[in-house]
């Protein structure tokens, strides 16, 4: 194991709003980058206050490699991946459970099972162990994503601990929290989330729990929605063009008078606050400016600050001249898909897993995220020398998975300088 920091702006410290902390997480020392994190905390000595998203050069003479700022494991993920270590360490003749997928890494996810964890469940929510067969001294972990209250209180009933190894990240957490004040304050919630993934059902659930609230997926839904604020639309369309997506005997006529915005942490921050904006707008012109406090709330601040951060690293790479971009991370993964939503906007795109999927300099097998399929692109290596690469991650994939596609890259392009040569400049 070995000791690795994140920084963790902002979480509950009592300090002013640029306050940097430091925390250190005991994980895998496997995960442990000898190129990019050394190229990471560089650029965090430079810049505590993380104010220069610029991306990164490493300059090999035939090919240059544009990193992101930012990129890979966050706060949430390496403290689940800490947690869940432990946990198989402290129970050696117990069984230890996960709710789901740890964090959408097939990686991580394969190394904990390999250590004896199983999956309860699938990330959509399809049972792979039934509840019958959990015991009250089993441990069972509960993911990065959270869980429902329902979940949470069925593991209560069977006498399971729960809270010991629970590695909700606290950016959900704080999502639950803003929706529980909106509900005190009789707003109704609007999640915008993927109504499939378990992070945006975890979050329903609590925020049902205390609150009217409904999912909307993206801009398109949340139009349609405000057909309903405006009275363009009844009750019997709204049950069934968002049937499984709202609370309990909601009701658009009262229910929708008042609303807040909170999103998945995982979603693309600039739609969330489109969103945001837009139903705002629709309030500005059912009830007038002068009423807008009493009709919607400003809740900006549940946007998560690490995929802030790497999406407007992701904005500074497109700012950038570049041959091709390459996305390394879990393909269910909701922060990486938006990542590749951003680079494809100006770049040829390839988002994969691992450097296996890059079979030859001439043929890369990767990833279409609105398909939901594997593709193979042939000649995806263009001729310019230098050929300039851009190189990311979502925030569940290890830096040593970027590492590995950097390398396998230099192997079949080739390079003028070392890997050491180029650390040292």
């Known amino acids: 194991m070995f000791l690795f920091e994140t920084i963790l702006p902002y979480l509950c410290l009592p300090c002013g709003p640029n306050t940097t902390a430091i925390k250190k997480f005991d ?5 442990r980058s000898s190129i990019t994190g050394k190229v990471k905390e560089a650029r965090r000595i430079k810049d505590l206050r993380k104010q220069d998203f610029s991306p990164s050069v490493l300059d090999f003479g035939n090919v240059q490699f544009i990193l992101a700022r930012h990129f890979g494991f966050c706060y949430g993920v390496e403290n689940a991946i800490e947690i869940s270590y432990k946990a198989i360490e402290e129970n050696p003749d117990k069984k230890v459970y996960l709710l789901s997928q740890m ?29 019958d067969r959990i015991r009250k001294e089993d441990v069972v972990i509960i993911p990065a994503f959270g869980t429902t209250l329902e979940i949470e209180n069925l593991l209560l ?4 601990e729960v809270q010991k190894y629970n590695t909700t990240c606290p950016f959900v957490e704080k999502v639950w929290n803003r929706a529980e004040k909106l509900g005190t304050d009789k707003y109704t919630v609007i999640i915008h989330g993927k ?8 979050t329903f659930s609590h925020s049902a729990a205390n609150a009217k609230s409904v999912v909307v997926r993206d801009m398109e839904e949340s139009i349609r929605l405000g057909d309903y604020v405006t009275g363009k639309k009844n009750q019997a369309q709204f049950e ?12 658009v006529e009262k229910d929708l008078q008042r609303v807040g915005v909170v999103n998945q942490t995982t979603m693309l921050a600039t739609e969330t606050q489109a969103i945001a904006d837009y139903f705002r707008k629709v309030m500005v012109e059912k009830y007038g400016e ?3 406090k009493s009709h919607f709330a400003d809740t900006r601040d549940t946007l998560c600050y690490a995929t802030n951060d790497n999406q407007d690293a992701t904005y500074q790479l497109l700012e950038t001249d570049a041959d091709l971009a390459i ?18 906007r100006k770049f040829p795109t390839y988002f994969i897993n691992s450097e296996q999927e890059i079979k030859s300099a001439s043929e890369i097998h990767h990833y279409n995220y609105p398909e939901k399929k594997k593709v193979v692109t042939h000649d995806f290596l263009v001729a310019n020398r230098p050929l300039k690469i851009i190189l990311t991650s979502g925030a569940s994939c290890p830096d040593t998975l970027v590492d590995r ?11 003028n300088k070392s890997v050491e040569e180029v650390l040292a400049d």
């Open 157 to 160: 009933d069977k006498g399971v």
């Open 27 to 31: 994980i895998p020392s496997y995960y």
């Open 405 to 415: 596609v950097l390398l396998r890259l230099l192997e079949l392009i080739g390079a």
């Open 103 to 131: 964090i959408h890494n097939q990686e991580v996810n394969a190394d904990l099972q390999s250590r004896g964890i199983e999956f309860i469940m699938d990330t959509d929510g399809s049972q792979f162990i039934p509840w």
């Open 240 to 251: 069934k063009e968002f049937e499984g997506r709202f609370s309990l005997n909601f009701s």
């Open 327 to 344: 996305v390394v991370g879990g393909y269910n993964s909701s922060n990486t898909s938006h990542i590749v939503e951003l680079c494809e």
């Open 195 to 202: 109504p499939k993934h378990e992070e945006t059902r975890a």
């Open 290 to 292: 002068a009423e807008i």
